[in-house]
């Protein structure tokens, strides 16, 4: 019994699992992170042609640009301002660098006295072989997965050696599970990213493929952004306040940045 105990507590050491344990959610605050550094590098690919996105770390480990600080910044000032019996009493982020950094500059910034945690099912889609290549590199080094792409779509198309939507999406239903199991009245914010927050509204408001492609076709999730669900109730659907929400950047002259991922997102 008392090896139990041990393990269980090692396990809520971390993550989401443990936040929720302690917050069962009326309000869900989804935040992307700031500009990162491989944001930068993706569109100066793009936009110059090249096959291959420059980045200088692996995925993981890439941190936000000094305009991507400025937003995190920024939106910590704008979270400060909300009222103590509305802030968020868990703080959880992706575990890659440039969503980390965001959610610990806002939380500092804003002077709340809440831990930041880490969940790994929160992290970005992983592009298996298609990683730091631009479309163009997809096209002209692996054609045959660039026909696969363009046949399946975004849903459902998964690199070798990656994951589809499909595949984040289930990840996310998993944390979403946590918090429709557990009490009422706490709020949480998760610090992710531009997918996952797309995902996010697929699965919350069970949105159809075609629904959630057109979406991704013509919507960016910007930079330092904030999507808001509510249920007053603490039980059953959620409902979605505000969608993509960056005037806090401008409000306070802080450039707002889009770099959006792979906007062909249909099937062809």
């Known amino acids: 019994m008392k090896d139990e105990r041990a393990a269980g507590?090692?396990?809520?050491?971390?993550?989401?699992?443990?936040?929720?344990?302690?917050?069962g959610a009326v309000e869900l605050l989804l935040i992307r992170h700031g500009e990162s550094e491989g944001n930068v590098a993706a569109t100066e690919a793009r936009e110059a042609g090249v096959e291959v996105i420059e980045v200088p770390a692996r995925d993981a480990d890439v941190n936000l640009s000094g305009t991507g600080r400025d937003q995190a910044k920024a939106l910590g000032t704008a979270l400060g301002r909300t009222a103590a019996e509305f802030r968020p009493d868990a703080v959880v982020s992706s575990?890659?660098?440039?969503?980390?950094?965001?959610?610990?500059?806002?939380?500092?910034?804003?002077?709340?006295?809440?831990?930041v945690r880490t969940d790994e099912r929160l992290r970005d889609r992983e592009l298996g072989i298609l990683d730091r290549l631009t479309r163009l590199g997809v096209e002209n080094r692996y054609p045959e997965e660039s026909e696969r792409r363009d046949w399946l779509g975004k849903l459902y198309y998964r690199p070798p050696g990656g994951e589809s939507w499909a595949d984040v999406a289930l990840r996310l239903r998993s944390v979403l599970a946590e918090l429709n199991n557990l009490g009422t009245g706490h709020r949480v914010m998760l610090v992710c990213h531009d997918a996952v927050i797309m995902l996010f509204r697929y699965v919350l408001e069970g949105l159809s493929e075609k629904e959630l492609l057109d979406l991704a076709a013509r919507e960016a999730i910007l930079n330092a952004s904030v999507t808001r669900f509510?249920?007053?109730s603490g039980a059953g659907p959620w409902t979605l306040e505000s969608f993509n929400v960056a005037d806090h950047l401008a409000e306070q002259g802080i450039a707002v940045t889009e770099h959006a991922g792979d906007t062909s997102v249909r099937p062809q």
């Open 9 to 23: 507590s090692a396990a809520d050491d971390d993550g989401l699992t443990q936040a929720v344990q302690e917050a």
């Open 95 to 115: 575990p890659y660098a440039r969503a980390r950094q965001t959610a610990e500059i806002a939380v500092e910034t804003a002077g709340w006295p809440v831990q």
């Open 230 to 232: 509510v249920r007053p």
